[in-house]
Nanobody, 116 residues
Framework: QVQLVESGGGLVQPGGSLRLSCVGS????????MRWYRQAPGKERELVAL????????IYGDSVKGRFTISRDNAKKTVYLQMNSLKPEDTAVYYC?????????WGQGTQVTVSS
């Protein structure tokens, strides 16, 4: 059974940092591209960042470029999202996604709230 389990969300003040983690199981993690998405209340889900199966390529959404960093450790079957200089508009539920061809798997999400 495929599982993606996110952790690391929480409440942080503007300008602060958080690191999200997503552990995969039930599939060959090292063969999948990994993505972080987020969805704020009343808004569509948006792509935050993606990383290729081997970590060689990354892409970021315009709103997080220069502030967020995606990385992965295939030995630990884990993808990370380091979030720095957080803003109130980063408040959302953050979802981990594993994709390879038509295979498309999602985690349950972790809440990130940026507020003073």
């Amino acid at each position: 059974q495929v599982q993606l389990v996110e952790s690391g969300g929480g409440l942080v003040q503007p300008g602060g940092s958080l690191r999200l983690s997503c552990v995969g199981s039930g599939f060959t993690f090292s063969r999948y591209g990994m993505r972080w998405y987020r969805q704020a209340p009343g808004k569509e889900r948006e792509l935050v960042a993606l990383i290729s199966y081997d970590g060689g390529s990354t892409i970021y959404g315009d709103s997080v470029k220069g502030r967020f960093t995606i990385s992965r450790d295939n030995a630990k079957k884990t993808v990370y999202l380091q979030m720095n200089s957080l803003k109130p508009e980063d408040t959302a539920v953050y979802y981990c996604n594993a994709k390879r061809g038509v295979d498309d798997h999602w985690g349950q999400g972790t809440q990130v709230t940026v507020s003073s």
